[in-house]
T-cell receptor
């Protein structure tokens, strides 16, 4: 069974540009979660999508947005990039069943210069 | 106050030692609890769920104390390969969003 896949693995952008990160969940998983992990910091919750809808949002500015497609894959967009957006962005998927953990993808490392 | 708090460590222990990590959570309505393991520059991986009755998986034992709102992880007979950051994770409310602690770093040495 294929795991959660994320692309690209690495992304370098200039301040002010936009970044698009992609995630494909495990087959059969309908929920996708996005987390940001800045260097030396813990995982910060960004967004949760389920069945194509945004279900919950973390404490991030509106320039962080995303969507979930009918095939349950997801995209995270970050507009007007700032230097502090440099981080590992992790996507995870689950069956939306309480009590189940997530499976994470290997992440996209975004560097803003 | 952070929702999930952990001692960042590092815990430096010799191979074969027993080591324990604790984690506290602030929301008494938290419902599900997990320990994840994260290797350097890798994604977190689910180590084990934590149940009220306590549960064991090989050398790993997890405990939950709802009254005191803390979770523990015990690792017996530590191996070099156990060196990693251990993340305490809880879910609260109807959302299945996981809230992560900042992690406790373990370094097992020869």
């Amino acid at each position: 069974e294929a795991g959660v896949t994320q692309s690209p693995t690495h992304l370098i952008k200039t301040r002010g540009q936009q970044a698009t990160l992609r995630c494909s969940p495990i087959s059969g998983h309908t929920s996708v979660y996005w987390y940001q992990q800045a260097l030396g910091l813990g995982l910060q919750f960004l967004l949760w999508y389920d069945e194509g809808e945004e279900r919950n949002r973390g404490n991030f500015p509106p320039r962080f947005s995303g969507r979930q497609f009918p095939n349950y894959s997801s995209e995270l967009n970050v507009n007007a990039l700032e230097l502090e957006d440099s981080a590992l962005y992790l996507c995870a998927s689950s069956l939306s069943v309480r009590g189940r953990g997530y499976t994470f993808g290997s992440g996209t490392r975004l560097t803003v210069v | 106050r952070k929702e999930v708090e952990q001692d960042p460590g590092p815990f430096n222990v010799p191979e074969g030692a027993t080591v324990a990590f604790n984690c506290t959570y602030s929301n008494s309505a938290s419902q599900s609890f997990f320990w994840y393991r994260q290797d350097c520059r890798k994604e977190p991986k689910l180590l084990m769920s934590v149940y009220s009755s306590g549960n064991e998986d090989g050398r790993f034992t997890a405990q939950l104390n709802r009254a005191s709102q803390y979770i523990s992880l015990l690792i017996r007979d530590s191996k070099l390969s156990d060196s990693a950051t251990y993340l305490c994770v809880v879910t609260t409310g109807t959302a299945s969003k996981l809230t992560f602690g900042t992690g406790t770093r373990l370094q097992v040495t020869l």
